[in-house]
């Protein structure tokens, strides 16, 4: 059993995984591990296949595992034999025989995923894969929306605002899915080269708008997405005047957002560009619910794809 993206996983199962999480929190919403849990992965080994920089997916998961009495073993481009050109399905195959029992990977390519569970009999879970997808960022960000907004299982009724860099983001394509798939309407965001093409349009639920104005005035929520210039061809995009054009300050949270709507951000925030300062530390702003809500999430998606 494999987390490779959420296009094709049925809702049932997302409830389902979305169920599980709430038991990693507590009524304060803080993260715990019921005593019953602790254990539950003791004598697991995870290999833990971080090729691209990551802060809070790599943290999140290390946490996840101790918690769940599993042993992370991380392996990174530094100081490994990546950096003298061995492929990472040979790394994963090399660690597989060593006796890892499961892979967590971030990688910039899109195909290493799919190429792992061709080749290896162990869990794969996919950290992160160029710009493909980010499951478990799209079951957090699921996750933070359910709770924040009170309903009890899916979205529905929930207009969800993905917004910025939309066709480079691993982030959004995995929230579209989920999101659209739990019953929210989905509104794709953005200046129009940092939209989906015409011919990769079908793949993306939801519709499109190139007004910040409007996606801000529909939305209950809006998740805020950087300008991914490492996955980016070319200078397309000048920083002060996408700012001017896309980011948000106090002015224009006041102008545009209802009262009620609320602001997300899968980080890291590049702050006086997608969000000025006041509002990432105000109260619309959900970003720290969600760094805690990810170790929840992760944690339940460790217990389900391995421990039995």
Not at 42 to 52: A, I, R, V
Not at 69 to 80: C, I, M, Q, R
Request: charge should be negative; proline fraction near 5%; glycine fraction near 10%.
């Amino acid at each position: 059993m494999h987390l490779i993206g959420l296009r094709e996983m049925s809702r049932q199962r997302m409830v389902d995984l979305l169920d599980s999480a709430e038991e990693y929190l507590d009524g304060s919403g803080e993260v715990v591990t019921p005593p019953s849990h602790a254990g539950k992965l003791e004598g697991t080994t995870l290999g833990m296949l971080f090729l691209e920089p990551s802060t809070r997916t790599r943290v999140s998961f290390e946490m996840a595992a101790q918690r769940l009495g599993a042993e992370a073993v991380l392996v990174t481009a530094g100081g490994t034999t990546v950096e003298i050109g061995e492929s990472a399905a040979d790394i994963c195959r090399t660690l597989a025989a060593m006796g890892m029992d499961g892979f967590i990977v971030r990688h910039h390519d899109r195909q290493l995923p799919h190429v792992l569970v061709d080749r290896l009999e162990v869990p794969i879970i996919n950290a992160g894969n160029g710009s493909g997808e980010h499951p478990t960022q799209g079951l957090v960000d699921a996750l933070t929306l359910r709770r924040h907004f009170g309903l009890d299982e899916d979205l529905s009724g929930l207009k969800v605002a993905i917004m910025g860099d939309v066709v480079h983001s691993r982030v959004a394509r995995s929230d579209a899915h989920a999101l659209n798939l739990l019953g929210a309407e989905v509104l794709l965001a953005g200046p129009p080269k940092l939209l989906p093409s015409d011919d990769r349009r079908r793949n993306w639920p939801g519709r499109e708008t190139t007004s910040r104005k409007e996606a801000l005035q529909w939305a209950d929520a809006v998740v805020v997405l950087r300008i991914h210039d490492e996955r980016i061809h070319g200078s397309i995009v000048d920083p002060h005047e996408y700012a001017m054009d896309w980011g948000i300050d106090t002015s224009i949270v006041e102008r545009y957002m209802k009262p009620e709507a609320v602001i997300m951000h899968p980080g890291p925030v590049i702050r006086g560009v997608e969000l000025s300062d006041p509002v990432v530390d105000g109260d619309r702003c959900l970003v720290l619910k969600q760094a805690t809500n990810s170790v929840a999430v992760r944690q339940a998606i460790l217990a389900a794809y391995f421990g039995g």
